[in-house]
């Protein structure tokens, strides 16, 4: 700033002191004025408009979308534009810099002038970032297509980098680093904006949703099968843990039930959702949801709760269709398939363990193929050996392995039902038949 500008705005400066209204009391008077009169707006609004939200929480919807406010809508739209493990910097890093630079702007902003004509970089950057913040917005609410955002994203981006070049000395402004990084970081959003649109014109793989409570149902079983039976039991009727202490002493723990009408009527399905992801480390039980470090996505998380009400509560109605219980009944002299009988057994009873990452003997039980050839002492079955390792262990008896003994099966102290028993033995018997064809041949 020369001297000569440094008068001219003093000269400024104490003109306008001339005929000043005083802060105290004149612009404090106006200030209550103004704000008593957005305060009776706000409680007028509030009384008579009053805020429309959205319905009651239904638990059991699982096809709500939670979308943020309008406001922050464009925050939402702009997390798109980063993968999955990234999503920080689009969430975090990106607006924080640019409100940085917003309450940093006195410091190293030091144009002397004020006049829109003479501050056109800032207020040519400003302009794009609210241009694109409308338009992510737009998007985001579905106005806008992907295409057409693409089109304004691009033009933005040219005016931007036109701008570089467009001043009096038809030079390209290398000085205004400020100009470069908006110019390009306009050209990256449309990069990806036309790279979502060619992704969208794409017909994307249909992605299965259980929808109805049946289905939920069954995929609940077969989840609550593999990673809850091995410590409450095939009906949630608990039991007796081995938890193995920091110092590697081992210790039985007892497992309350968890299918007891006390249990069902003193928890909500929240409750139970809660538990299953969150776990109770305290108590032996580690966590299943995603976010906690498990498995189980939100979905799968709600297919197992949905089963324990449908199955377990006597209160709750089960739907038509559905399937309680997942083994069906053997007739007299039918024969038994591994399809319809053998394998809803192996799931409820025996797959907990004998799968992968389990100490099991690599007897993996997972498909037919597996029961027959799999594990350490494998055969395990032989069609028609009633000595076969695996009709043994589930009748109560121990057997020397090749490496020690192989014990009861399951080994935590509760046998089978009969009727289970009676499924593989008949099964066995038979031939082991895979499919429900293959049975009915043979029974003839
Ligand atoms: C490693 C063993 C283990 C596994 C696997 C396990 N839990 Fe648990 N769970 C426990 C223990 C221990 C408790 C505490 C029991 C108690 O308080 O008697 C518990 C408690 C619970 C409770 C709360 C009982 C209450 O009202 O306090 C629920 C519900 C539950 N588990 C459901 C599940 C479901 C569903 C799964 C499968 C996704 C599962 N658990 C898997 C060990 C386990
Ligand atoms: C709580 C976990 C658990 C459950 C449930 C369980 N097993 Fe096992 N199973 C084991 C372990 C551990 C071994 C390894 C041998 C041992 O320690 O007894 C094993 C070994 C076996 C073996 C011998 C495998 C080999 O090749 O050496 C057979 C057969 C077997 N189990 C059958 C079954 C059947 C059938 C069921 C279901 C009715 C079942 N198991 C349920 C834990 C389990």
Known sequence: MNDEMKKKINDKYEA??????????????????VAFGLFILLIGLATFLGVHPEPKVD?????????????FLFLFEFLKYFPGQLEWVGA???PGILVGL????????????????????????????????????????TIMTNMIAFILFLLLAGVLFFSLY????????????????ASF?????????????????EPTEEVHVASSVPEKMSLGQDLYSIECVECHGPDGEGGEITVTAADGTEEKLPVKSISSNDEMYTRSDESFYEIISYGQPSLGMPPFGGAHGGELSPSELEYIVTFMRYTWDDRADVPEGA??????VLAEGEVP????????????????????????????MEDYAGILNNGDNAPNVVAGDMDSILLQTIQGHEVEGVNGTIHVMPPNGKPIKDAYIDIFIRWVEAGMPETAEDASALAE
């Open 102 to 141: 917003l309450i940093f702007l006195p410091l190293y902003d030091k144009n002397p002038l004020r006049h829109n004509s003479k501050r056109k970089v800032a207020l040519g950057i400003m302009s794009a970032i609210v241009s694109a913040i409308v338009i992510l917005t737009l998007m985001a609410s």
């Open 337 to 364: 398939s591994y399809e319809v009988h053998v394998e809803p057994v192996v799931k409820r009873q025996c797959l907990s363990c004998h799968r992968e990452g389990k100490e099991n003997n690599n007897y993996l």
């Open 185 to 201: 970081a306009f050209l990256a959003l449309t990069g990806v904006t036309y790279q979502q649109t060619l992704a969208m014109a």
């Open 92 to 94: 975090a890093v990106i």
């Open 166 to 181: 467009k001043n009096p000395e038809k030079e390209i402004a290398w000085k205004k680093p400020a100009l470069w990084v």
């Open 59 to 71: 638990p059991t919807d699982a096809t709500y979308v939670p979308r943020p406010e309008w406001y």
């Open 323 to 328: 399937v309680t219980s997942a083994v069906p």
């Open 16 to 33: 306008s002191i001339q005929n000043a209204e005083r802060f105290w009391p004149d612009s404090i008077y106006k200030d209550l004025l």
